[in-house]
């Protein structure tokens, strides 16, 4: 049920996925690369987005709200509201 070992191929193929057998050496090390470099452009678009980010109501203060950890109005709000009361 193995199917065989590999089929011999013409040595001048090329594709961009590698051609037969494609397994690069450095595989792994390419993976965690890419990996970080999504992981950053995410921080960097939810970083804008957070600073962007316009609210017309604010959110009642006993709700679950998990933009209140990062939106930097309802932070400012919020801090404003605190010294206010003390």
Known sequence: ????????????????????YGQPKNWRANTAVMALVIVGFTAMAWKASANLEER????????????????????????AKREAQE
């Open 56 to 79: 017309s109501r604010m959110p009642d203060p006993d709700r679950v709200f998990p933009s209140r950890n990062w939106s930097r109005q309802i932070i400012e709000f919020e801090k």
């Open 1 to 20: 049920m193995g199917g065989g070992g590999k089929i011999p191929y013409p040595p001048h193929v090329w594709s961009p996925s590698g051609g037969w």
